[in-house]
Each structure stands twice: as structure tokens, then as C-alpha cells.
């Protein structure tokens, strides 16, 4: 564990204002496709290998005229629909991330981030770099955004890299932005936390209880560069929560890359209901029959600081899922894999969300299918 400490730096926002317009922003930004976006897994030749062994099954699900649909067994409908964030400049993935506060929407993708109204109207657009007050040349990328109704504040972080491309980086920053009201219009505080030494940080979370912030990622090694990063496992940073509401210097606590680089990307629990302690979780990539559950206790800077505990149970396998069909397309989705995508804690239960493959009852074929794990 590392202890340190990060400044403030202050971004406003003038409210109603539109930092560009979608074909302005579409002709004028300079970033190559999916230059912004490295991709990461744990293994990536064996990522490859395991997509290509499940795309049999999910091309025969295309030609099926007798695949279940959803639509026909669920009874839900929507109050109102707009469309959001378009993947104007070819980014893949664009890790499409929403969060909703009293009034407003706040939605980040790769590359843009956009305020609405609950009713689908653009209040601001502007581009990341922008948003996070960093330079138009640095290399950002995997945004997370969360609203915290315990604080009524919005908290978004992103990764940036310390060079222009995989070849001149040799290290990462988390890029942390905390409101200083519920107003995602207004002005935020924005504090730069780099990584260890010779590492960058990849696919970030956020959690979030009464009295601190996690932000976790997945580590890579960026020695010499970042071209050709190996996996060192995962990190995360403890913060002061009322430090960082305070708009003040923050600390924070530092946990390296863990030597037991089994399990991948660290899902920090977002508190709904009050609690001093934050969970996080973790699987094994690319298959796993088990769940790591942590629990972080304790503030940075106060006695007797941060304590953090594990434990190990055992889960139904969750495997990577097949590519996915869309209607009315032959283009599939790439689901990614079966890493933890989501975890919240609300009134003693911990629930986390993941893609897995599954073969559904009274089906043949192997799915893509949702998967929601209770502890």
C-alpha cells in the first residue's frame, strides 16, 4: 500500500452551452479510430481463440427462424425513448456509460460526453479531454460516470495515458472528476491520480459508500512502453470521500497489482443505502466457478486508516458468452467477456452484474444471456 495525496484543479461548466456541434465535432476531431481505445484482456491470443470457438454457435443462431425472442415474454414498456451519444468517429468499444441525477442525464462515451434533461434534450456536448480539463493530444479513454444520492454529487473518472500513442506511453493517470453540487451544469473538481510506476491503469470503476471512493482497474505493464503491456493484475485507490466533497487536497491509499493476478477487473460496490464499509467483487477470466468479495473498512489520513479483507465463494460457472445478434442486422455485438460489469450494495445485499454464455431451457444453442449474482 501506498499513501499519497492529489490537488484540486477546478473546471466550470457554463450552463446551456454547446461545446461543438455534432458535425463540427465528427470533421474537426483528429483521433483515428480506436486509437483512443487500447485493447485489453488478460490474455488477448486467448480471447481470440475463444471468440472464434463460440462464433459457430452464434452464426447458427442467426439462421434460426426459431430463436426465442424476449420481446414476446416480458410485458414491460417504456416511458419515453431518445436516442443518446452517436459513435460518430468509428471508436470500438465506445464503453457507452449513463448516470441520472434530480434532473439531468449525464452520458459518456469514448471520445464525448453529453448533459440531458430526463426528457431526452441536449443541455451541453463536449469532447472528454474537454470535459476532464485535458489536452485535445492526450490519449483518454474508458469513462465511468455515477451519481451518489447519499452526497447528491456526481462522481466520473477516466484513464489517460502519459504519451500520444501505446509506443511513447510509459504510464497511466485515473482522471477524477467530483461535482460541486447536484448540478452536472455546474462547476466539478478534477484530480490527477497516477498509477504505479511503469503501469497504466485500464477499464476503471467507481465505488462509492458513506465515507470513502474506490476507483479500481486492471494494471498493465508499460515498461519500456505500453505496445505490447502485459497484465500485472488488479489495483485500486482508496480516497477521502468528505475530502473530495470539500473540493480539498485529498489522500488516498494506493494497493498495487496483486501478486494473484487470477481474478480480473474489480468491481467496487456503489452504496444505495448507508454504509461505512465498500464491497467489491471479482471473478476469474476467461471462465470461472468462483467469486471474490472484498471489504474495504476505514478513511485515508484518519486513524486507524484503510483495512481490507477478502473472502472466496463458490458460483455457478460463468463463462465468456458468444458474439450477439442484433434485429434487424447481421452485424454482431462483441459482448466482450465475463468479467464483472457492475456491482451495487443496497440493505445488506451485494448484487453484480455480468455477460455470461448460457444454453436457456428449451434451447439448444449457446447464448449470450445476462447474468446477476446475489450475495
Known amino acids: 500500500m501506498i499513501e499519497g495525496s492529489a490537488e484540486p484543479e477546478y473546471v466550470v461548466r457554463p450552463r446551456g ?30 480471447y481470440r481463440q475463444l471468440k472464434q470457438q463460440l462464433q459457430r454457435g452464434t452464426n447458427e443462431l442467426q439462421l434460426a427462424p426459431s430463436a426465442p425472442s424476449l420481446a414476446t415474454s416480458l410485458s414491460l414498456s417504456a416511458l419515453t425513448s431518445f436516442i443518446g451519444l452517436n459513435n460518430l468517429d468509428g471508436i470500438e468499444p465506445p464503453d457507452t456509460q449513463i448516470a441520472a441525477g434530480p434532473t439531468n442525464l449525464l452520458e459518456m462515451v469514448n471520445l464525448e460526453t453529453r448533459i440531458l434533461t430526463k426528457t431526452g434534450a441536449t443541455v451541453s456536448t463536449q469532447t472528454l479531454n ?29 484513464i489517460s495515458e502519459n504519451g500520444t500513442s501505446d509506443a511513447t506511453s510509459t504510464s497511466g493517470q485515473w482522471n477524477l472528476l467530483v461535482s460541486t453540487s447536484s448540478d452536472p451544469t455546474g462547476s466539478f473538481v478534477v484530480y490527477r491520480l497516477p498509477s504505479v510506476t511503469s503501469s497504466f491503469p485500464s477499464f476503471p470503476a467507481i465505488g462509492i459508500s458513506d465515507d470513502k471512493i474506490v476507483l479500481t482497474a486492471n494494471a ?29 487536497t485529498v489522500h488516498f491509499n494506493h494497493f498495487d497489482p496483486d501478486a494473484d ?9 456503489q452504496s444505495l443505502s448507508s454504509t461505512s464499509t465498500l464491497f467489491m467483487a471479482s ?14 473498512d476505514g478513511v485515508p489520513a484518519v486513524l486507524p ?3 481490507v479483507n477478502s473472502t472466496t465463494l463458490g458460483i455457478s460457472t460463468l463463462s465468456t458468452p458468444p458474439q450477439a445478434v442484433q434485429q434487424g442486422s447481421g452485424i454482431l455485438i462483441d459482448t466482450l467477456d465475463n468479467r464483472l460489469l457492475d456491482a451495487v450494495y443496497r440493505d445488506g445485499s451485494l448484487w453484480m452484474s455480468a455477460n455470461s454464455a448460457c444454453i436457456p431451457s428449451g434451447d439448444t444453442l449457446t447464448r449470450s444471456c445476462i447474468r446477476l449474482i446475489e450475495v
Open 17 to 46: 452551452a454547446l461545446a461543438h456541434s455534432e458535425q463540427a465535432f465528427q470533421s474537426s476531431n483528429s483521433v483515428p479510430p480506436r486509437a483512443a481505445v487500447p485493447f485489453r484482456v488478460p490474455d488477448s491470443q486467448l
Open 261 to 269: 493476478s487470477t481474478t480480473f477487473t474489480i468491481q467496487p460496490a
Open 305 to 307: 486508516g484503510v483495512t
Open 220 to 248: 498493465y505493464s508499460c515498461s519500456p512502453n505500453c505496445s505490447a503491456a502485459a497484465y500485472l493484475g488488479n489495483e485500486f485507490l482508496v480516497l477521502n470521500k468528505a475530502e473530495l466533497l470539500s473540493g480539498a
Open 130 to 158: 474537454s470535459f476532464f480539463g485535458l489536452a485535445s493530444t492526450i490519449r483518454s479513454f474508458d469513462p465511468k460516470v455515477r451519481f451518489d444520492p447519499i452526497s447528491s454529487r456526481w462522481f466520473a473518472v477516466l
Open 283 to 296: 471473478v476469474a477470466f476467461p471462465s470461472s466457478t468462483f467469486i471474490r468479495i472484498w471489504s474495504v
